[in-house]
């Protein structure tokens, strides 16, 4: 009787300290497009924990440049640096190959141009699957611009789903990796 109550509370710290102190998984996009100077956890990683607090605080924390060599941030530099502010992670993935796009060279897919599809091929492919696209969202006369990842090709008109962060939404094209969700 002795040894199984002993075993039985054995077995109970275990499976309290486990919960206690389990890791936010954090699974590294392959490449990022990022559209502005910061770079968030949140642009290039999807994140679980069962604790929506972390998950936030995880997103929101920006990595410093210095970080990002040759335009890739490695899983172990980004898992030290986590480690370092004090949260429990486990990465998957090996690193995320950041994009950094200029003002300058999004300025056509940043302010889009309502009549643009009236220059525009109907039959011209004018997203590709797997492309990175400007997801521009409407509602209420607010204008929200996103990067996403197209998951089907698309023309002029066309509903295509996009990947944004870790949601799949459809848009309708508009331009040259441009779509739309109203």
């Known amino acids: 009787m002795n040894r199984l109550f002993i075993k039985t509370i054995v077995f109970m710290f275990l499976l309290f300290t486990a919960s206690v102190v389990t890791a936010s998984n954090i699974y590294i996009y392959s490449n990022a497009d990022i559209f502005d100077g910061k770079v968030f956890v949140e642009d290039i990683a999807s994140i679980e924990d069962s604790n929506t607090d972390t998950v936030k605080k995880i997103q929101e924390t920006v990595i410093p440049k210095s970080l990002i060599k040759n335009g890739y941030l490695d899983a172990q530099v980004l898992a030290n640096y986590l480690k370092e502010l004090g ?72 509903d295509i789903p996009v990947r944004v962060r870790d949601k799949i939404i459809y848009c309708k094209v508009v331009g040259t990796n441009l779509v739309e969700k109203e």
């Open 87 to 158: 949260y429990n992670v486990r990465i998957f993935g090996n690193s995320v190959k950041i994009n950094m796009i200029t003002a300058k060279a999004s300025a056509d897919i940043a302010n889009p141009i309502r009549d643009i599809t009236s220059r525009i091929d109907i039959d011209e492919i004018l997203v590709r699957v797997g492309a990175p696209v400007r997801v521009v969202l409407n509602k209420n006369q607010i204008q929200i611009g996103i990067t996403g990842r197209a998951l089907r090709s698309g023309r002029s008109g066309d």
